[in-house]
């Protein structure tokens, strides 16, 4: 079951960190949905977004905080979130992370 996770942490991440991109490939898609895995090593930081559509977020290996509505949420292996449509989001490796993104083909991301 995939979730709303509520959060778990106050943990801050660092302004001036160097933001890593993720190694991302696509892992199927179909008329509407697509499934993409991103993976990142630990202590990277991901870039600063937000999408206009919802998209879901399944962590497949490691763990990783991320920021959204300035709320830190842990998420590990086997954890699930929903991501809001135009909401500010970043994530912050804490462990090697692969993590699964399912969204629609139609999204569109805006980079901060």
Same mark, same amino acid.
């Given at each position: 079951?995939?979730?709303?996770?509520?959060?778990?942490?106050?943990?801050?991440?660092?302004?001036?960190?160097?933001?890593?991109?993720? *190694?991302?490939?696509?892992?199927?898609?179909?008329? &509407?949905? @697509?499934?993409? !895995?991103? !993976?990142? *090593?630990?202590? &990277?930081?991901? %870039?600063?977004?937000?999408?206009?559509?919802?998209?879901?977020?399944?962590?497949?290996?490691?763990?990783?905080?991320?920021? @959204? *509505? &300035?709320?830190? @949420?842990?998420?590990? !292996?086997?954890?699930?979130?929903? @991501? %809001?449509?135009?909401?500010?989001? !970043? $994530?912050?490796?804490?462990? &090697?992370?692969?993590?699964?993104?399912?969204? %629609? $083909?139609?999204?569109?991301?805006?980079?901060?």
């Amino acid at each position: 079951m995939i979730y709303q996770k509520e959060k778990k942490s106050s943990l801050k991440l660092k302004t001036m960190e160097k933001v890593t991109k993720p *190694n991302v490939k696509s892992i199927a898609s179909g008329k &509407d949905l @697509i499934i993409k !895995q991103m !993976q990142a *090593n630990a202590g &990277d930081l991901l %870039p600063k977004h937000s999408a206009d559509l919802e998209s879901i977020l399944f962590i497949h290996e490691g763990e990783c905080v991320l920021t @959204i *509505n &300035d709320e830190d @949420i842990i998420l590990k !292996q086997g954890d699930g979130f929903v @991501i %809001p449509p135009k909401t500010t989001h !970043q $994530i912050k490796v804490v462990s &090697d992370f692969k993590g699964i993104h399912m969204m %629609p $083909i139609a999204i569109k991301f805006e980079f901060f």
